[in-house]
């Protein structure tokens, strides 16, 4: 099974800033990784996918980048409704689909 | 797109539950259909899939043996048969549509319901 880590757990950030946020496979997952957002109390919402392209409606300070094991998630400048949990998702080895453990983002 | 979860409430461990998800505002029966779950407070973790006809569905090992998902397209209807529960089962359960177009499977998860809460206790 491979193991996607994520880093930071948390991260506290003001309105403006830039965000940075990693997700490393154990092993590769070549371009096969996508980016969910989770807000308070809903369900998720995918962002990004294969790891680069942005989703259907996701706003262009949104951005994906990486392949094989490192990958990182941008968003350009942080609007406070930003504040959510963000997963990373491989399917690299499908059917067997891993998600990360989740980066809280904290808007200052 | 809209998926309207419901089926969700409190077993005790053993016991059994299904859980129903109903599509609508696209063609149901052309899409790879998704359960991911999560427990409250944790993260996400991938349970179950059946492709676009219903032909063949794949299991985490988790609950492999235990849960059966199955659809009816000419309701725009996906289930999930939740057997011998147990506590680690408690989670939200969410029915997800496959990001693949007219039955091309992507493995990632464009769009989400709810959510239906299932919890174990005795």
């Known amino acids: 099974e491979i193991v996607l880590t994520q880093s930071p757990a948390t991260l506290s950030l003001s309105p403006g800033e830039r965000a940075t946020l990693s997700c490393r496979a154990s092993?590769?997952?070549?371009?096969?990784l996508a980016w969910y957002q989770q807000k308070p109390g809903q369900a998720p919402r995918l962002l990004i996918y294969d790891a680069s392209t942005r989703a259907t409606g996701v706003p262009a300070r949104f951005s994906g980048s990486g392949s094989g094991t490192d990958f990182t998630l941008t968003i350009s400048s942080l609007d406070p409704e930003d504040l959510a949990v963000y997963y990373c998702?491989?399917?690299?080895?499908?059917?067997?689909?891993?998600f990360g453990q989740g980066t809280r983002l904290e808007i200052k | 797109v809209q998926l309207v979860e419901s089926g969700g409430g409190v077993v005790h461990p053993g016991g059994s539950l299904r859980l129903s998800c109903a599509a609508s505002?696209?063609?149901?029966?052309?899409?790879?259909m998704h359960w991911v779950r999560q427990a409250p407070g944790k993260g996400l973790e991938w349970v179950s899939l059946v492709y676009w006809d219903g032909g063949s569905a794949f299991y985490s090992d988790s609950v492999k043996g235990r849960f059966t998902i199955s659809r009816d397209n000419s309701k725009s209807s996906l289930y999930l048969q939740l057997n011998s529960l147990t506590t680690e089962d408690t989670a939200f359960y969410y029915c997800?549509?496959?990001?693949?177009?007219?039955?091309?499977?992507?493995?990632?998860?464009?769009?989400w319901g709810q959510g239906a809460l299932v919890t174990v206790s005795s």
């Open positions: 505002g696209f063609t149901f029966g052309d899409y790879t």
């Open positions: 092993q590769s997952v070549s371009s096969y």
């Open positions: 997800a549509r496959d990001l693949g177009v007219y039955r091309l499977t992507r493995f990632f998860f464009d769009s």
């Open positions: 998702q491989q399917r690299s080895t499908w059917p067997l689909i891993t």
